[in-house]
């Protein structure tokens, strides 16, 4: 089955602080790997998409890594701001050309002054 | 603003009553898609229109759900004789092209009673 997992189901962190999210993927073939960041009532906003030859990309303090051999994915965050708190979540693609992506149930990351 | 919009962006209604929601894509972009998102998850895909072609259905998309684009631009999502178990968020995205990044609206949220 086709599944995205992503740990930890929540975080709290101090402002200032750096932390990594997890994700691993059973999607098969893989095509594309995404991280977007959702704030409470809002849509999903997209981070950054990872193809199966690369395994780092950044976005300013956001830097996603893939290992497409272990199927697993991060997203460490530096010198984490209080407008960072939000609900962080891992989509996979499942193969070229198809269509449907498999959200994961997300990471909620709240960070306190 | 030049985003995806919904409208609207709550919505109450009692069990057995029809709702549509409306989805405005960012202009230009051919790719339409709906999810639903449910307290504590991710997003679950319904359905994507590419211009005014239906061109996948989940599973999810009983017979009571109905969705268009009539003129390959704005998107209607119909729901007939609401459940409870339809409570949730129903967003929309839209991409330029496939395999493209899909850029997320706000969001309507549904509370059926």
């Known amino acids: 089955k086709n599944q995205v997992e992503q740990s930890p189901q929540s975080l709290i962190i101090l402002e200032g602080k750096n932390c990594t999210l997890q994700?691993?993927?059973?999607?098969?073939?893989?095509?594309?790997l995404r991280w977007y960041k959702q704030d409470t009532g809002r849509g999903p906003v997209s981070l950054t998409i990872m193809t199966f030859s690369e395994n780092t990309k950044s976005n300013g303090r956001y830097t996603a890594t893939l290992d497409a051999d272990t199927k697993q994915s991060s997203l460490h965050i530096t010198a984490s701001q209080l407008s960072d708190s939000a609900s962080y979540i891992c989509?996979?693609?499942?193969?070229?050309?198809?269509?449907?992506?498999?959200f994961g149930t997300g990471t909620r990351l709240t960070i306190i002054p | 603003d030049t985003g995806v919009s919904q409208d609207p962006r709550h919505k109450i209604t009692k069990r057995g009553q029809n709702v549509t929601f409306r989805c405005d894509p960012i202009?230009?972009?051919?790719?339409l898609y709906w999810y639903r998102q449910t307290l504590g998850q991710g997003p679950e895909f319904l359905t994507y229109f590419q211009n005014e072609a239906q061109l996948e259905k989940s599973r999810l998309l009983s017979d009571r759900f109905s969705a268009e684009r009539p003129k390959g631009s704005f998107s209607t999502l119909e729901i007939q004789r609401t459940e409870q178990g339809d409570s949730a968020m129903y967003l929309c995205?839209?991409?330029?092209?496939?395999?493209?990044?899909?850029?997320f609206g706000p969001g309507t949220r549904l509370l059926v009673l």
């Open positions: 202009s230009e972009h051919n790719r």
């Open positions: 995205a839209s991409s330029p092209q496939v395999l493209e990044t899909q850029y």
């Open positions: 989509v996979v693609r499942r193969d070229f050309g198809n269509e449907k992506l498999t």
């Open positions: 994700c691993n993927y059973t999607v098969s073939p893989f095509s594309n």
